[in-house]
């Protein structure tokens, strides 16, 4: 016999549901809790209900629930919640509170069609996606203002990744010695939950040494004393040399010592890549009455790797290169993998000065050819002009002998 045991009365409905959401989701979890936390505070203000009187009359049928989320839409379009919210937001924060709704009482019903009808929610206006270009990429990247940000802009625009899922990576996920170096990303972080590896460019394991060599460094740190020191001179402002330990478990772009949130790492970063989008005169934003989103994001670059493959006529190897799901019947071998992906390696390649000069040099080569070619087929052009002109007179010196004979003969 199953017992059936009541739940607590006085646990926050709330509090329970983000309990249950945090089993498939911590990012999720948080954000819904913020969101219903607004929606608290609407209920307390406008109809003076708390959550657990709000289901309760929902259940009992003195409230009508298409009444409380249309009321709900209306304060979160109006300017009495203190903030302008845009359309996305607003329709993201009524689906929450209806699904929040619809999982507290099997006697919370919502009708697709009648939520149609009875709730209005603002448009989504769909803003165009400005394309980078790989001049704009690269002058990002020389414009990033420290050689952190410069690493993780220069993988992100060479790898596709999901901003979250390049801060995710540790030192120890990096195989940048192999034949075909390449990163693994860590199911726990990506969007599909499944582990993947990314094939790194020789310009990306060039620049990602180069950073973990500079994080890792000797450095000279300053310190006051309250004992003066008699080593140098009775001084209480001090310094002193001091090497890092390495610990390669810990996220590569971290910066200070314990567990550190990649959430905490992507407002860093966010912060960071904003102010160097301000300085080059690029951190213009989509819509000017919502102060959120820029034109140009951490997002973008996956958006240029997706487009630069495409346009090479590899749409579906696209898809597995940023970690979409794409087909099942899409498979390659390792092999195949690692040919195309040096067939689009110079593609997303920005930086490498060395193989930029090789290639300007080889061009420069074939143009110094096609000049002399040039050359030779117009020297050989006047020869033949010349020729052309030779033939031309000795054919006019004829004719004239030739005359010259048929009168004679006519004369006798």
């Not at 919210?85 to 689906?95: D, V």
């Not at 314990?258 to 080059?280: S, W």
């Not at 819509?287 to 240029?304: D, G, V, W």
């Not at 060395?354 to 096609?370: H, P, T, V």
Request: hydrophobic share 30%.
């Amino acid at each position: 016999m199953i017992t059936i045991v009541d739940k607590p009365e006085c646990e926050d409905p709330i509090v329970e549901y983000v309990d249950i959401v945090k089993n498939m989701s911590t990012s999720t979890a948080s954000e819904y809790r913020i969101r219903l936390y607004n929606f608290k505070g609407f209920l307390k203000k406008e109809l003076k209900l708390s959550i657990r009187e709000l289901i309760q009359s929902l259940e009992e049928g003195t409230f009508d629930v298409y009444y409380v989320l249309a009321k709900y839409s209306k304060y979160l379009c109006s300017s009495d919640n203190g903030r302008n919210l845009s359309p996305t937001t607003i329709k993201l924060r009524i689906s929450t509170v209806r699904g929040f709704l619809e999982s507290r009482s099997d006697k919370i019903e919502i009708s697709p069609r009648k939520f149609r009808l009875r709730v209005k929610i603002p448009r989504i206006i769909k803003r165009k996606k400005d394309a980078l270009s790989k001049t704009e990429v690269i002058n990002i990247i020389n414009s990033c203002s420290d050689i952190r940000l410069k690493t993780y802009v220069l993988l992100l625009a060479a790898t596709g990744m999901r901003a979250t899922e390049a801060l995710s990576t540790r030192i120890c996920d990096y195989d940048l010695d192999s034949i075909y170096p390449k990163v693994m990303i860590r199911g726990e972080y990506t969007k599909t939950k499944e582990d993947r590896s990314v094939l790194l460019t020789k310009e990306a394991v060039q620049q990602i040494k180069l950073w973990i060599e500079y994080k890792y460094r000797t450095r000279r740190v300053s310190y006051y004393s309250d004992v003066p020191n008699p080593e140098q001179s009775g001084k209480r402002a001090l310094s002193k040399y001091v090497t890092p330990q390495r610990n390669d478990t810990t996220q590569i772009f971290a910066i200070r010592k314990g567990d550190i949130k990649t959430v905490n790492l992507y407002k860093e970063m966010c912060a960071d890549f904003a102010q160097t989008l301000d300085r080059i005169g690029r951190g213009s934003r989509e819509n000017q009455n919502f102060k959120a989103r820029r034109k140009i994001t951490l997002h973008s670059f996956r958006r240029y790797v997706k487009t630069t493959i495409s346009d090479l006529g590899y749409s579906d190897y696209s898809e597995f290169f940023i970690g979409h799901s794409g087909s099942t019947y899409y498979t390659k071998s390792e092999k195949d993998i690692v040919k195309m992906f040096e067939k689009i390696e110079p593609y997303l390649t920005f930086l490498d000065y060395e193989e930029l000069d090789r290639k300007g040099a080889d061009i420069q080569s074939k143009i110094d050819e096609l000049e002399e070619l040039n050359q030779s087929l117009s020297e050989r052009d006047r020869t033949k002009d010349d020729a052309i002109a030779q033939l031309s007179d000795q054919l006019m010196t004829l004719t004239v002998r030739l005359q010259e004979i048929e009168r004679r003969q006519n004369g006798y």
